[in-house]
């Protein structure tokens, strides 16, 4: 697995910088004033640091960029470099900055000086989640983690929240390794050993073998994956923080491997289908996050794991399955395989948990990229309270989501002549009415959102804060909404 850049915080000191022999990192605002520590190297410089930030290559500087000072005098470090990012920074400034800087680093072993710099916590972050790189595959690598000390005035409390910000990130890179995995590597035994090791942090963890799954129903699910050697499975992962309230569920769509199954995919870009279980992997990341962090709330992962292959065994076209709930679906196309998967592993998640709310991820469909390209997830929901929730949550964490309609006329394009539901409707309004399939499987009152996350989550050019492939995206904003709407209160939980 990747490496997670390692972090760790301590008091401002001049003679850590002394004896400093990687590259020094100070945060200097555009009115050019030094803190204590920037003085202090100054002074030991020579006046090498001042003459700098008079010049004109630091007044052309953009907030946000870096510039460094090769072997500067009297120091052993490579460097020094200057990040230019002013005091009142915004989150997504102090972010896009710690990107910069991880682009610009010569070192693995890096001294950052934050002082008094109130957002030092989320320039942290971009520096972390910039410093990702998959190479699990690859022969005669051993890649050196990122080793940054940061030095700050406030050592409790900044500690404490760059430790929240790492559980997080190692959320994200876990996500991504899973992502990026090709298919032959993550089965869907491998994934669900994957999440079994998820119990060393205490969360409870449940794999069902098809043999369970058959004496549950869940038919629309084990139909996917009939035609593959791989076995399906389920697992259920428990993060019990809270008191005694119902959880709050994340559901997954967890297609390994997606060749399309009779209705065959074309063979360009088929490769990239080992993606087809970022819904899944998006749950695991976030479930990770917040055993890292012992967040004080009650959450269950419910992720379906098959691969979806033809052969002789393969589910057909114009073929009838009744799902768990008990209705029947008519598969009309096996390449929309997604949702029959989803559609048993919701019902079961409200059956056994009855969740105060429940939202779920998939690599649905292509139709969501038609209409909002790369950059924002689709967001499909029941209830007003629960999508303003997300949507306000992953637009905080700089996760691009934009809310798509849900509405009873797009069912008459699901209605089927021999069965209760079809799985497709026509090409018109395609992500719509795989919402829309989706809801069937949603009771009444359960708040509920569907997340397609198809566009955003692997991408074929570097975002922000990943490089090319897997994302993460989700993680940060599902972690952010359960800590802000779905968390115990420090008073209640003592109280």
Not at 372 to 377: D, F, P
Request: proline share 3%.
């Amino acid at each position: 697995m990747t490496p997670l850049p390692k972090f760790s915080v301590i008091k401002t000191d001049f003679d850590a910088l002394l004896e400093c022999t990687g590259q020094i990192v100070i945060l200097v605002s555009d009115d050019q004033k030094l803190d204590a520590v920037s003085s202090w190297i100054n002074k030991v410089t020579k006046g090498a640091l001042e003459r700098f930030l008079c010049s004109e290559e630091f007044k052309n500087l953009l907030l946000g960029n870096t510039l460094s000072l090769a072997y500067p005098t009297d120091l052993y470090v490579k460097s020094v470099m200057i990040a230019k990012i002013n005091s009142n920074a915004t989150i997504a400034q102090a972010r896009s900055c710690g990107v910069k800087i991880t682009k610009t680093l010569t070192c693995e072993k890096i001294l950052l000086v934050g002082g008094k710099f109130e957002r030092i916590a989320d320039l942290v972050e971009g520096i972390a989640m910039r410093n990702y790189e998959y190479l699990d595959q690859k022969t005669n690598t051993n890649p050196k983690p990122l080793d940054v000390r940061v030095m700050v005035d406030n050592l409790a409390g900044q500690a404490a929240e760059i430790d929240t910000k790492m559980a997080m990130v190692d959320g994200v890179f876990f996500t991504r390794d899973l992502i990026n995995a090709p298919a032959n590597v993550l089965t869907t035994t491998a994934f669900a050993s994957e999440l079994s090791a998820l119990s060393e942090l205490g969360i409870t963890v449940e794999v069902f073998d098809e043999s369970t799954l058959e004496k549950l129903g869940m038919r629309t699910l084990l139909c996917v994956g009939q035609g593959s050697d791989s076995p399906s499975k389920v697992v259920v992962m428990q993060w019990n923080g809270g008191g005694d309230e119902a959880p709050f569920a994340l559901v997954g769509k967890g297609v390994v491997f997606d060749t399309g199954g009779i209705s065959l995919k074309p063979a360009g870009g088929m490769e990239d289908m080992t993606m087809d279980m970022g819904g899944a992997g998006v749950v695991a990341g976030a479930m990770k996050a917040l055993a890292l962090r012992k967040a004080k709330a009650n959450v269950v992962g419910v992720v379906g794991l098959v691969e979806n292959m033809p052969s002789g065994n393969a589910v057909r076209p114009g073929d009838v399955i009744k799902s768990m709930k008990g209705d029947t679906v008519e598969v009309i196309n096996t390449d929309a395989e997604g949702r029959l998967v989803l559609a048993d592993i919701l019902w079961y998640t409200q059956e056994r948990f009855a969740p105060t709310g429940m939202i779920n991820l998939a690599t649905l469909t292509g139709a969501i990229i038609v209409g909002l390209g790369h950059e924002m997830a689709g967001v499909f929901s029941n209830n007003d309270r629960l999508c303003k929730q997300f949507i306000d949550a992953a637009t905080a964490e700089g996760e691009g989501a934009w809310r798509m309609p849900l509405a009873p006329a797009y069912d008459k394009l699901l209605k089927s002549r021999i069965a209760d539901v079809k799985n497709v409707g026509s090409r018109a309004a395609g992500s719509i009415t795989a919402g829309q399939f989706l809801q069937r499987f949603v009771k009444e009152d359960m708040p509920w959102a569907h997340l397609d996350i198809a566009g955003v989550a692997s991408i074929a050019s570097e975002s922000e804060f990943s490089p090319k492939g897997a994302t993460g995206w989700g993680v940060r904003a599902l972690n952010r909404m359960i800590a802000d709407h779905y968390e115990m209160k420090e008073e209640a939980a003592s109280g």
